[in-house]
């Protein structure tokens, strides 16, 4: 079977609590229930992908336990195909704990139990079928065999760089070397390139080779590049609930029009309404647009769809 987007890793469930506000050292502070959530930074964009019609494949380490059944039926109602899944015994899923405020946003306490994704010879198999595979950076020997797996067969590699990111140094200067596009938050920009300057890091980056880079930047906005052209897209004004997952929405979004070949200005100006849209529903997939619904928020905003 061949795929748009193959994503390994980066799944958990999101354990979500509603604060009146985050909490200061040594406090005890009120909190309410929001609910039991599948999440994860690559799982979510595997999810919203679907949603904008392309063919999404994912795999990752699963724990044996409510956690990870709950991740594979969510799989199963957006279309991913999770058939490479490898469930561990005896072990707990990945999660997560977030603390929301009232105006939207969140700080997010990670519980990881698993290293690097699987790279079977079958899941090896998948990726070279696949227009893209997407990751997070990892180690050198398993990136490699993970790049060359997905260059192999034509395809590009994509990477997510948060400042939570698995690897740091040179072991995430030499997955950036073997990724064609890389999204970055603002904190995993300065992580990536050791500078506080927007344009000087996205230089530095493409500097290595990378084809294009995007960065998010939350309520600012984004920005794009290539070696050729530079654009950025303020953030679209609309009422927020719950600002998990807008990113990983955004990666998606910009793949469809990637893949399209769209001008960067588009792909850009597509993936900021798609997040737009999300952070109007709780949780990282409450909100996940269909194309039709990004392309009419976008006639409906007054910008060229």
């Known amino acids: 079977m061949t795929y748009d987007l193959f994503c390994l890793g980066g799944s958990a469930v999101d354990l979500m609590l509603r604060v009146p506000r ?80 009232p105006g939207g946003e969140r700080t997010i306490l990670i519980v990881s139990n698993f290293s690097e994704p699987p790279l079977t010879a079958d899941i090896l198999k998948a990726l070279s079928l696949s227009r893209l595979g997407y990751t997070l950076p990892r180690a050198p ?31 995430l200067d030499a ?23 927007l344009e000087a890091g ?32 303020p953030a679209f004004q609309v009422p927020v609930v719950d600002t998990t997952g807008a990113g990983d929405c955004f990666h998606a979004a910009f793949l469809v029009g990637w893949l399209e070949n769209w001008e960067l200005r588009r792909c850009l100006r597509f993936a900021s309404a798609a997040a737009a849209l999300s952070v109007q529903a709780l949780g990282a997939r409450g909100g996940l647009p269909d194309r039709v619904v990004v392309e009419r928020f976008l006639t409906q905003q007054g910008e060229e769809v």
Request: proline share 2%; glycine share 12%.
């Open 22 to 101: 985050l909490p200061l050292l040594d406090e005890k502070l009120e909190t309410a229930f929001a609910g039991c959530l599948p999440g994860g930074l690559v799982a979510n964009t595997a999810c919203a992908a679907t949603r904008l019609g392309l063919q999404v494949g994912w795999s990752g380490y699963l724990g044996d336990d409510d956690f990870g059944r709950l991740v594979l039926e969510d799989f199963a109602r957006f279309g991913v195909d999770s058939r490479y899944a490898v469930s561990v015994q005896g072990t707990n899923s990945d999660f997560t704990v977030i603390l929301l405020t």
């Open 141 to 171: 020997n398993w990136f490699e065999r993970f790049s060359r797996a997905v260059h192999s067969g034509g395809g590009q590699v994509i990477v997510d760089v948060e400042g939570s990111c698995p690897v740091k140094g040179a072991d």
């Open 175 to 197: 997955a950036l070397r073997n990724s064609d596009v890389a999204f970055f938050s603002r904190d995993g920009l300065k992580l990536a390139t050791g500078s506080d300057s």
């Open 202 to 233: 996205v230089r530095k980056l493409l500097e290595i080779g990378i084809h294009a880079v995007v960065v998010t930047l939350g309520a600012s906005g984004a920005v794009a590049a290539t070696r050729d052209e530079f654009c950025q897209h």
